[in-house]
Every structure is written in C-alpha cells, then in structure tokens.
C-alpha cells in the first residue's frame, strides 16, 4: 500500500512560479514509476508528467514541456512537480499517482495509487 500527500499548490500570477511537492510513504517512491495529472473545472484529468521507476525517463504532456520539470528526491521519498511560466490554463487540481506495473504513462488507468490533490490557481 503506498500513501501519496501533495503540496506545493496555491495562487500565483502569469509567469510565476510554483514547486508541488508529492510525499510518498509505504514503499519507496524509487520503487515504482511517478506521475502527476491535473483537471480543470468542467475538464476530464489530463496527464502532466511521469518519471520512470529507475528515475532515468520522464514524460512530459505537450502543453508543459519546456516548462514544467518532474524530479524525485530518493532520500525524502518525494517526487516534485517544478513548475515555470505558468498560464491561466495551467489553473487544476494536480494529482500524483504511483504505479507499480506497465503500461503507458499517459494513461490515468496505469496508475494504482493517487493523492488527493492540491490547487493551483494562475491569475491573468
């Protein structure tokens, strides 16, 4: 069983930033793959960022790259989103799920565990 909690969100102006943090307990986050979705009020949850297992690949979603870095810290069990250059499109609650088999990392359905989420918001 791994617990997920984020942190990290909160209200920032165009062009700031923000780093959400992803604290894993359980199992070590080195033990599994990584990944970070968002959803926007009336949207489906989209796919963000994921880190592979070994912490060698990452994926980005079109929409971020370039601007959003996923990164894990295997001595605090935390996986961070750093996040730059934020739009108002960017404006979702951010999830961090872990997945413990294969499968693509775009799809939410690969994912096993999921955090609650946190909110950020990114004014005009």
């Known amino acids: 069983q791994v617990q997920l909690v984020e942190s990290g969100g909160g209200l920032v102006q165009a062009g700031g930033s923000l780093r959400l943090s992803c604290a894993a307990s359980?199992?070590?986050?080195?033990?599994?793959?990584m990944g970070w979705f968002r959803q926007a009020p009336g949207k489906e949850r989209e796919f963000v960022a994921a880190?592979?297992?070994?912490?060698?690949?990452?994926y980005y979603a079109t929409s971020v790259k370039g601007r959003f870095t996923i990164s894990r810290d295997n001595a605090k069990n935390t996986v961070y989103l750093q996040m730059n250059s934020l739009k108002p499109e960017d404006t979702a609650v951010y999830y961090c799920?872990?997945?413990?088999?294969?499968?693509?990392?775009?799809?939410?359905?690969?994912?096993?565990?999921w955090g609650q989420g946190t909110q950020v918001t990114v004014s005009s």
């Open positions: 359980g199992r070590t986050s080195s033990s599994y793959g």
């Open positions: 880190l592979t297992r070994g912490g060698s690949g990452t």
């Open positions: 799920a872990a997945r413990m088999n294969g499968g693509g990392y775009v799809s939410e359905l690969n994912y096993d565990y």
